[in-house]
């Protein structure tokens, strides 16, 4: 049981280049969700998926899209980067099947990212 | 909306010593409260978690947090820290079914031998 998994674990980009964000759980859960990280901002949602199909925005969309390819994955891309998306990546899933567990969110081990 | 404070950006404590991080949030109803714990370079690991009942929860570490409704704080206590504990802790505040918990800024937590 591996949890969840995020690919690439580092990246290095230029301004303009696109990549995509892997992730990727095993636990049967229904949500999945898109955070960054930044030193003194602790973490900012970018997307969320509350069930296979449905995806919407959280606090920081803008430049970012969101892929929830089926259940277990949920993909983050990035089609133009710009300095400002340089964060580290966190991707996390919660919900089994109803009540308060849901809401308990397991974390994959980020991507870290630098536009130059 | 829920909102979550974490008033100490950095805490620092000698090894032994007891430890105290501080949480409030701001939400209507009963809340659902978390704390979880980053090493350097690792995602978040939850630590505990209050859904109802007992308002003294134990967590994995050692760790435990009590639930204050009067005070609408959610503290984090630790009677021995360990060099080990050096770490960033966020505490998190959820309606229950959203999906959606919020973080707070986290505490980095400096352990001195």
């Known amino acids: 049981n591996a949890g969840v998994t995020q690919t690439p674990k580092f990246q290095v980009l230029k301004t303009g280049q696109s990549m995509t964000l892997q992730c990727a759980q095993d636990?049967?859960?229904?949500?999945m969700y898109w955070y960054r990280q930044d030193p003194g901002m602790g973490l900012r949602l970018i997307y969320y998926?509350?069930?296979?199909?449905?995806?919407d925005k959280g606090e920081v969309p803008n430049g970012y899209n969101v892929s929830r390819l089926n259940k277990r994955e949920f993909s983050l891309r990035l089609e133009s980067a710009a300095p400002s998306q340089t964060s580290v990546y966190f991707c996390?899933?919660?919900?089994?099947?109803?009540?308060?567990?849901?809401?308990?969110?397991?974390f994959g081990p980020g991507t870290r990212l630098t536009v130059t | 909306a829920q909102s979550v404070t974490q008033p100490d950006i950095h805490i620092t404590v000698s090894e032994g010593a007891s430890l105290e991080l501080r949480c409030n949030y701001s939400?209507?109803?009963?809340?659902?409260l978390f704390w979880y714990v980053q090493s350097p370079g690792q995602g978040l690991q939850l630590l505990l978690k209050?859904?109802?009942?007992?308002?003294l929860v134990q967590g994995i570490k050692g760790f435990e947090a009590e639930f204050k409704r009067s005070q609408s704080s959610f503290n984090l206590r630790k009677p021995s820290v360990h060099w080990s504990d050096a770490a960033e802790y966020f505490c998190?505040?959820?309606?229950?079914?959203?999906?959606?918990?919020?973080f707070g800024r986290g505490t980095s937590l400096i352990v001195h031998p």
């Open positions: 996390a899933s919660s919900g089994l099947a109803g009540g308060p567990k849901d809401d308990e969110q397991y």
């Open positions: 636990m049967n859960h229904n949500s």
């Open positions: 998926s509350a069930s296979e199909g449905t995806t």
């Open positions: 939400y209507g109803a009963t809340p659902y």
């Open positions: 209050y859904f109802s009942g007992d308002t």
């Open positions: 998190a505040v959820s309606s229950g079914g959203s999906y959606i918990p919020t």
